[in-house]
Each structure stands twice: as structure tokens, then as C-alpha cells.
């Protein structure tokens, strides 16, 4: 038999948290009381708060809100979106497309953002071993592709070629940051050394993507890696419910992937034993 808690403390402690402390009348979240956040904190810096238990300045809360803002949309041939736009042709409510879009972010798909981070802190720990700068980053990319494969994580994009827009504007949002004391803009170097090597071994240019972007401002306010994920999905998130909410309105059912008389092409098969 299971054994029952034998005390209201032992209930109590079924869940532990410091994040909120919630009672009839009471809603403290880090200690600060509800009341005492609404208005006079930004969306930005209740993220942060909420993953890491206090308030950033508003300079760090604002280069966290650019990397919020480049990624929230990337149209409806983004699997994410195509995903949400076709469940919202299939009678479910808009929460349901929002999580059959979010199931769709992984480690191909809109979960670039870890890996990279994963990278670029990887290469931070090799350059303060002792290798200069262009040394960590070859050692750093020979691991990662030697265990991994050949694509690195946050560069290279299939429409953006050879510049992915949302990246350079925010890499001058990090440049900023560090001239004024909010960032070191190490992984800006290393965002850009990355990518500076990429385009030398392959002898052409190569866009660093919204994940690498990204993913420089998330470790340059010391995220770690798996928040560069969960990040990257409430920004996307803001994208699917304005496509789901779209759809919705101009209606259709049942929308598949393509158009009803374009039909996916039938192979021929060996079967086995045959």
C-alpha cells in the first residue's frame, strides 16, 4: 500500500515552490505581491522574474524583449503555423491549436535556440581554458560535429540567404547593451566568430538565424540553454494564436496541407518476399 501523509505538512509539501505563495486573499509571486507588479512591470521582466527569481533592470528586460519580438512570426510555411492554421479548420478551440503548434517547436523546428546556446556556452568554457577566441570556436565546432553532424545549430536558413534580417538588428541590440555595461557581448563574438568560420570552411556566406540570434541575447543575460526553447516558444506562441485567430475567422474546413486536388504522389514498392 502507498503510504498516506499523516500530516497537513506532508500535504502541503506534496508540492514545493518558491515561486508563488497563494492563499485566500494572497497572491505573492517572488515576494512581491501581485498587486505590486500590475502596472508597473513589463511582460519582459515577469518572464525573467518568474524563471529566475528577480527583477532584471530595464535595459536587460528590453534586449530580453527584442529577442521575444524577431521571433514571433515566420507565416504559414513554418510547419508551426501551417499546424496551427489546419487545426483551426478542424473544429477545435484556439487553445487546442495553439498547443498542436507548440508540440511542433523541437530540435529542428524552432529548437535551434538550445543547441546553439549549448554551443556558444561550450566555446566560452574552451576560450577561458586558455584558447584565444578563433581557437575555441574551431575546437568547439570540430566536438560539436564530430558528435552531432554537420549542421551547426542557429546559422544557415532556407529562404534567408545570406542574411536572415531579424539577426543583424538584433546583434546591434547586443552591441549597444555591452557598450553601456548590460552585457559582456562575449557571445555576440562568439555568434559572430561562429559564423565568420562557417563561411570560411564552406567559402560561402552563411545567415546567422533567428536561433543564433537569439540565442546570443539569452546567454548573454545568462539564460540557460533549455530556457532558449521555452523562450523561443512563448514568442512563437504569439504568432500561432494570431494565424489560429485568422483562420478561424475566414473559416474553411478540414484544410490539409495543399490544396484538395493536388494529391501527394503514390510509390511503388518492392514489397518483402515479393
Known sequence: MI???????????????????????????????????????????????????????????????????????????????????????????????????????????????????????????????????????????????????????????????????RAPRLMVLVRDAALEGTVTGQYADIGEGIQAEIHRRKGSPIAMNIDGATAVIFCELGFEPQLSRGLFCLSRSVGILAHSWEQMNQGGRNKGPMPPEYLPKYEVKNKIGQ
Open 3 to 165: 503510504d498516506k501523509p499523516d500530516s497537513q505538512e506532508e500535504l502541503q509539501s506534496w508540492w514545493r515552490t518558491s515561486i508563488i505563495d497563494m492563499k485566500p486573499g494572497k497572491i505573492a509571486l517572488h515576494g512581491h505581491p501581485i498587486q505590486s507588479l500590475i502596472g508597473n512591470v513589463s511582460f519582459p521582466q515577469m518572464i525573467w522574474m518568474m524563471l529566475r527569481g528577480f527583477l532584471p533592470s530595464a535595459e536587460k528586460a528590453a534586449l530580453l524583449e527584442a529577442a521575444l519580438v524577431a521571433g514571433v512570426d515566420h507565416g504559414p510555411q513554418a510547419p508551426s503555423i501551417a499546424a496551427a492554421r489546419m487545426a483551426s479548420t478542424c473544429g477545435v478551440g484556439i487553445n487546442n491549436a495553439l498547443a498542436s503548434a507548440v508540440n511542433m517547436l523541437g530540435d529542428v523546428h524552432g529548437g535551434a535556440g538550445e543547441s546553439c546556446a549549448q554551443l556558444y556556452y561550450k566555446i566560452a568554457r574552451l576560450k577561458s581554458e586558455g584558447n584565444k577566441l578563433n581557437e575555441a570556436i574551431n575546437i568547439g565546432l570540430d566536438i560539436w560535429q564530430t558528435e552531432y553532424g554537420k549542421y551547426i545549430p542557429g546559422f544557415g536558413h532556407r529562404f534567408h540567404k545570406p542574411v536572415d534580417p
